[in-house]
């Protein structure tokens, strides 16, 4: 039996947080993911902006006011948040800490400042970095999308330098050269069979 497999047969599983510039295809991977192993727990997380097309409440987000996210972050009821592209986001820290007391494997889906965040108020979280095969490909996707006017578009690829030259904070980098790949490679870092 190899360490990794007896190791994690008596510990429980760690939060796991997956980050990377937008349009690199975070929510593609973590979707085949959850496909392949539904058990793996994705935190749904909180966001100012409106949905966009196919999007449900709780869902992919749970859809709220600038009141409402106000008095989460007044409340102390997000583990993270941050803001992007004009709108807020946020991770509800109650549901987090429930699903890890009770042995599930969790997967945060956020951005470089969440992650930061996360790092902060939970040191033993698992970093992952989620890169592009090239910035040519990442400009192709983001631009591929077509549900954003170009100042977003360009919001969005200003912070991808940023993000990109940050990844050396974590833990790990998966590049995205196939989802199913890193879909497989994520699972194995966060031990799941």
């Known amino acids: 039996m190899s360490e990794a497999v007896s190791r994690g047969a008596t510990r429980r599983p760690r939060l796991t947080v997956l980050s990377g ?5 975070k929510s593609t991977v973590v979707a085949h993911m959850r496909k392949v192993h539904p058990e793996v727990w994705l935190s749904v997380s909180a966001t100012t902006r409106s949905p966009r097309p196919g999007e449900r409440d709780g869902v992919q987000y749970h859809f709220v006011r ?3 996210f106000d008095k989460l972050v ?5 583990l993270e948040w941050a803001e992007f592209a004009g709108n807020r986001y946020g991770t509800p820290r109650r549901a987090v800490l429930e699903r890890l007391a009770a042995g599930v494997p969790v997967l945060l889906e956020i951005d ?9 108020a939970m040191p033993e979280a698992q970093l992952v970095f989620l890169a592009p095969p ?5 400009v192709r996707r983001l631009t591929g999308r077509g549900t954003e006017p170009p100042e977003v578009i360009e919001r969005r690829l200003e912070a991808a330098r940023v993000e990109l030259a940050a990844e050396e904070e974590f833990d790990t980098t998966l590049v995205n050269t196939s ?3 890193v879909a497989r490679e994520l699972l194995a870092l966060m031990q799941v069979d």
């Open 134 to 138: 090239g910035w040519d490909e990442l």
């Open 66 to 68: 600038d009141d409402e």
């Open 179 to 181: 989802v199913e790949d």
């Open 112 to 120: 470089l400042q969440g992650a930061r965040q996360v790092r902060e």
């Open 21 to 25: 510039p937008s349009g690199v295809g």
């Open 74 to 78: 007044a409340n102390g009821e997000l």
